[in-house]
């Protein structure tokens, strides 16, 4: 099937903002995540969207939602040498049920000073 | 809570060797997960489970096999190790509903020679 789509890197400046892109699959997919593994870690649930929503803002997050072209974005403003981490986006296709996260790729979220 | 705990966390196979890998949670999660993280290529559904007594395939279930005696326990089995199998191996847990939050483990880096 389609695989839930990434950029595997990016680097940004300490202080700027960075923008993380995803392109998923399932245009019936009610909410659409965004995990964050730090190194060595598991992944933790960062924030969410649900599907009736254009965007969500959550303190430094801003999560931006097209449904027509099934892109997904997370916005990192003042970006910290913390926010360093792998960042996945993941999606409920309406087929999975159970809990059945699709995740993407991952982006690799590099803070430089 | 200690949430989701994996064992162990380093493990060196030889080809044809098999192991099982540990995984509880103490959050009377219903549903639980294995999944393998490969460099670029996002997380992989190995095994799922829906409550004790259910085990179902994911996505990529060859070389594998779960159990779910209990609520709090899913363990994976390797039989028969082959390179292939070399990957971060994750196990989570989530609530029944369609939240999508899961709670994962900190990972069990699994290399075969």
């Known amino acids: 099937g389609e695989d839930v789509e990434q950029s595997l890197f990016l680097s940004v400046r300490e202080g700027d903002s960075s923008v993380i892109n995803c392109t998923y699959t399932d245009s019936s997919s009610t909410y659409l995540y965004w995990y964050k593994q730090e190194p060595g870690a598991g992944l933790q649930l960062l924030t969410y969207?649900?599907?009736?929503?254009d965007m969500k803002q959550d303190q430094r997050l801003t999560v931006l939602l097209n449904k027509k072209d099934k892109h997904l974005s997370l916005r990192i403003a003042d970006t910290q040498t913390g926010d360093s981490a792998i960042y996945f986006c993941?999606?409920?296709?309406?087929?999975?049920?159970?809990?059945?996260?699709?995740f993407g790729t991952g982006t690799q979220l590099k803070v430089e000073l | 809570n200690a949430g989701v705990t994996q064992t162990p966390k380093f493990r060196i196979l030889k080809i044809g060797q098999s192991m099982t890998l540990q995984c509880t949670q103490d959050m009377n999660h219903n549903y639980m997960y294995w999944y393998r993280q490969d460099p670029g290529m996002g997380l992989k559904l190995i095994y799922y489970?829906?409550?004790?007594?259910?085990?179902d395939k994911g996505e990529v279930p060859n070389g594998y096999n779960v159990s779910r005696s209990t609520t709090e326990d899913f363990p994976l089995r390797l039989e028969l190790a082959a390179p292939s199998q070399t990957s971060v191996y994750f196990c989570a847990s989530s609530y029944s509903t369609s939240t999508g939050e899961l709670f994962f483990g900190e990972g069990s880096r699994l290399t075969v020679l």
């Open positions: 489970s829906v409550g004790a007594g259910i085990t």
């Open positions: 969207i649900f599907s009736n929503m």
């Open positions: 993941a999606e409920i296709p309406f087929t999975g049920g159970g809990n059945k996260l699709t």
